[in-house]
């Protein structure tokens, strides 16, 4: 016994010992590692998956140290302060470049030196970390600890560290919030679930159908859509315990970490008899394994494969694992060995626009008494504005038009919810950056309109009365107000479609589009006019030119993925074919603004004045110009 206790005594104080040397290397930062700006440290890939739906506000997105064995998302949103920085292993780094920043033409750059300079932090846990830590390294050493902690270590890394797997956390079904019923709308997305509620409800109906296999389910889609959410209600139905964990942090740094964090948390649902394991954030564990030469980095993935499989089926019977990934195998490459061991696949989606407008009435139901103008708030017109935003973004613009409304000492109108769309998706904007700047003003006028007109401009041609054309016309204002955090002098703000299944002629019209602002440029002032504001419309036009040519292979009678062949020769042609529609495309953009010269210049000095026109404004303008020039013939 007092051998025992010894032990016991030991143990704890090598524990002890090993969670003060991590506390010091992970709280201590030396102070020549501060920024002007504050730094978040991150290994978790999610962050990187939501810039997708995030990308508008997005300030920035650099790539730090992006040929190491951990390069560094770096990225800021334009309505904060804080600068992110994600680390993630160079394997996923390939997929994530390629799955979400090129599929959602994210535009990034690779951090340069003086970025880094001037904000060390971004790399406090590499050079300098290291160095901090082969100080604590020889303090330890100097005071004999060194080697005990080196065999602690070794013992830890065989046998686990004490506590991994504690980080899941476990949650009772009377301790579960909401149900069911907040899931608005998804009415094909609440089927999918009573099936399954059904299935594990019924295990012996199914067990007579030679079907014993776990009722494993696996949930995508975009984030914000209630992925999460649904775990918890279903573990709430199911009257069974929740635990929690995030897969993206089940790596501990140590080798062998993450799949010790899953057999402990396998073993804790095995205790609790019926129970859910819900992990998220998940794609990681999803990517095809076998990609690294280190044959350890698909450790992880290879335990849960076996923990899903049903081998160990009469020690977890009623462990049911419930995962959730922004990616789906339609949308990126997934491991196919994972795949089969999820018998229950449920893909959410974006809320229509009768979906939105019932979230929109839920989330001001929930304000208090006299907090909505409701005389005054057409629901109708927000969820046609909010096309495409998922119920959490849409919660988060009822949320700002709640600021505004405090702010300004009034109720929520239709008016406020249009300015909390509006800074949710263009952010601050102002005046006084381009008051006394006449000439600039005058061009981004001339810029903002050449793209309206682009927008009208196929109705235009098919003869419409100018108020169809109001009603088929997406634009919601024209504004030269500055967005001083992007760098943006002016905009065009318009509402998207609900389904984005486009034909050649219309994504040609979207390139058109974006080539309104310059081609309006160089109408007014000449080839050698054009200034540097088509930055953005230029990388949005190449990203789909690039879809077009080399990946749907919309010109080409043999439809290939170009981008998948291998070689100079069909790189040169790709891009030779590309600068052709290009060049088509913008000669087509530049010859129907010229008929619409008159009119725009008529229209910048209305705008010019009042800074911003509405949807109304514009045509109001265009019936009252058209009507005197039809008098004037």
């Known amino acids: 016994m007092h051998q025992l206790s010894k032990n016991i005594y030991v143990r704890a ?221 279903l573990a709430k139905k199911l009257d069974v315990p929740l635990i929690q964990a995030s897969g993206s942090g089940l790596e501990s740094g140590f080798v062998g970490g993450g799949s010790k964090a899953l057999q402990a948390i396998y073993k804790k649902a095995c205790a609790q008899g019926r129970c859910i394991i819900f992990l998220d954030e998940a794609q990681g564990l999803f990517m095809p394994r076998g990609r690294s030469d280190r044959k350890y980095d698909d450790d992880t993935a290879n335990t849960l494969l076996s923990l899903l499989d049903g081998v160990k089926s009469t020690e977890g019977a009623g462990v049911i694992w419930v995962v959730a990934s922004n990616f789906d195998d339609a949308t990126s490459q997934m491991d196919d060995a994972m795949l089969r061991r999820f018998s229950v696949k449920i893909n959410f989606r974006l809320p229509n626009k009768a979906e939105r407008r019932q979230l929109l009435q839920v989330f001001l139901d929930k304000k208090g008494s006299g907090c909505v103008d409701w005389a005054n708030v057409n629901l109708d017109y927000a969820a046609e504005i909010t096309a495409n935003l998922s119920p959490a973004l849409l919660e988060s613009v009822v949320d700002r038009a709640s600021m505004i409304a405090i702010h300004e000492h009034a109720p929520i109108t239709t008016d406020v919810l249009f300015r909390a769309f509006e800074r949710a998706s263009i952010g601050l904007t102002d005046r006084a950056t381009t008051a006394e700047k006449d000439k600039q003003r005058e061009r981004v006028a001339l810029h903002e309109l050449g793209h309206f007109f682009m927008q009208i401009d196929p109705y235009l041609r098919q003869g419409l009365p100018l108020h169809a054309v109001k009603e088929k016309s997406h634009l919601l204002k024209i504004s030269t107000e500055s967005v001083s955090k992007i760098g943006a002098l002016g905009y065009v703000l318009s509402s998207g479609d609900d389904v984005s299944l486009q034909t050649l002629e219309e994504m040609e019209q979207d390139i058109m589009q974006l080539y309104g602002g310059v081609a309006a440029e160089e109408l007014f002032y000449g080839a050698r006019g054009i200034s540097v504001g088509s930055q953005n419309d230029i990388q949005k036009v190449t990203s789909k030119l690039d879809l077009m040519v080399n990946r749907l292979s919309m010109y080409s009678r043999s439809k290939l993925d170009y981008s998948q062949l291998k070689g100079e020769g069909s790189r040169d042609e790709a891009v030779r074919q590309v600068e052709s529609k290009a060049d088509e495309l913008y000669t087509r953009t530049l010859e129907a603004i010229k008929g619409y010269q008159h009119l725009i210049g008529m229209l910048k000095s209305t705008l010019l004045e009042r800074y911003v026109l509405s949807k109304d404004e514009v045509f109001d303008l265009l019936e009252t110009l058209t009507a005197v020039e039809r008098k004037a013939a």
């Open 13 to 233: 104080a090598l524990i002890s010992l090993t969670i003060l040397a991590i506390a010091i290397a992970v709280f201590w930062k030396p102070a020549v590692l501060q920024s002007t700006n504050p730094v978040v440290q991150s290994q978790d890939i999610s962050e990187i998956t939501k810039l997708a739906a995030n990308k508008q506000r997005l300030e920035y997105l650099l790539l730090a140290e992006p040929l190491s064995a951990f390069p560094r998302y770096v990225f800021k949103y334009k309505d904060a302060a804080t600068i992110h920085v994600v680390k993630v292993p160079s394997t996923s780094h390939v997929n994530l470049e390629r799955e979400v920043l090129l599929k959602n033409a994210i535009p990034y750059a690779i951090a340069q030196d003086d970025f880094l300079n001037a904000n060390k932090a971004v790399l406090q846990d590499g050079d300098a970390r290291r160095g901090m830590l082969a100080d604590v390294g020889a303090f330890l050493a100097r005071n004999a600890i060194g080697l005990i902690l080196l065999a602690f270590m070794i013992v830890a890394i065989k046998k686990g560290l004490p506590g991994m797997g504690g980080s899941a956390s476990l949650v009772k079904p009377g301790d579960l919030k909401g149900s069911m019923d907040d899931l608005i709308g998804m009415e094909d997305i609440k089927q999918e679930v009573a099936h399954l509620e059904e299935m594990i409800r019924n295990r012996d109906l199914y067990r007579s159908h030679n079907i014993d296999k776990p009722f494993n389910v696996m949930l995508t889609g975009p984030a914000g859509t209630g992925k999460t959410k649904l775990a918890g209600y």
